[in-house]
């Protein structure tokens, strides 16, 4: 028995949920940026390292978020879902920091913004997919 296909949303319904998770999801993946950049270059211990140490670790860290910055600036739908694969590296690590004594606010935050980022990159693809097919025409 064939399935009975559910009709795409119409293009003015489409348009403000896209507006909202793309806002959402830059705002969420600037928020992860600055969480990261704060908490590795003003509050975290370099345990006697070289100045150096703590700014690589940094710049390593954020190196998964610069390879998709371009595809969710652009606001491609394959960046977004990228985004989300690439956005669970920070959620583990979030989780891990959220039982170490010292750093469980920034674990918090980490898991909140990972968490909204993921949300809200994932509904932007699936809605800009099925903005594009209405689109072009499909019902």
């Given at each position: 028995?064939?399935?009975?296909?559910?009709?795409?949303?119409?293009?003015?319904?489409?348009?403000?949920?896209?507006?909202?998770?793309?806002?959402?999801?830059?705002g969420?993946?600037?928020?992860?940026?600055l969480?990261?950049?704060?908490?590795?270059?003003?509050?975290?211990?370099?345990?006697?390292?070289?100045?150096?140490?703590?700014?690589?670790w940094?710049?390593l860290?954020?190196?998964?978020?610069?390879?998709?910055?371009?595809?969710?600036?652009?606001?491609?739908?394959?960046?977004?879902?990228?985004?989300?694969?690439?956005v669970?590296?920070?959620?583990?690590?979030?989780?891990?920091?959220?039982?170490?004594?010292?750093?469980?606010?920034?674990g918090?935050?980490?898991?909140?913004?990972?968490?909204?980022?993921?949300?809200?990159?994932?509904?932007y693809?699936?809605?800009?997919?099925q903005?594009?097919?209405?689109?072009?025409?499909?019902?």
């Amino acid at each position: 028995m064939a399935r009975k296909k559910k009709p795409l949303p119409s293009l003015e319904r489409l348009k403000p949920r896209l507006a909202a998770s793309r806002a959402i999801c830059l705002g969420s993946f600037l928020g992860l940026v600055l969480v990261i950049l704060v908490w590795g270059l003003v509050f975290t211990d370099d345990h006697g390292a070289p100045g150096w140490v703590p700014k690589a670790w940094v710049a390593l860290k954020l190196l998964p978020l610069a390879i998709v910055l371009p595809g969710v600036l652009l606001g491609s739908a394959r960046g977004h879902a990228w985004a989300c694969y690439v956005v669970n590296l920070y959620f583990i690590t979030g989780v891990l920091n959220t039982f170490e004594p010292g750093q469980y606010i920034y674990g918090w935050a980490e898991v909140l913004l990972s968490v909204s980022l993921f949300l809200s990159a994932l509904l932007y693809t699936r809605w800009r997919f099925q903005y594009e097919r209405k689109l072009a025409g499909e019902d």
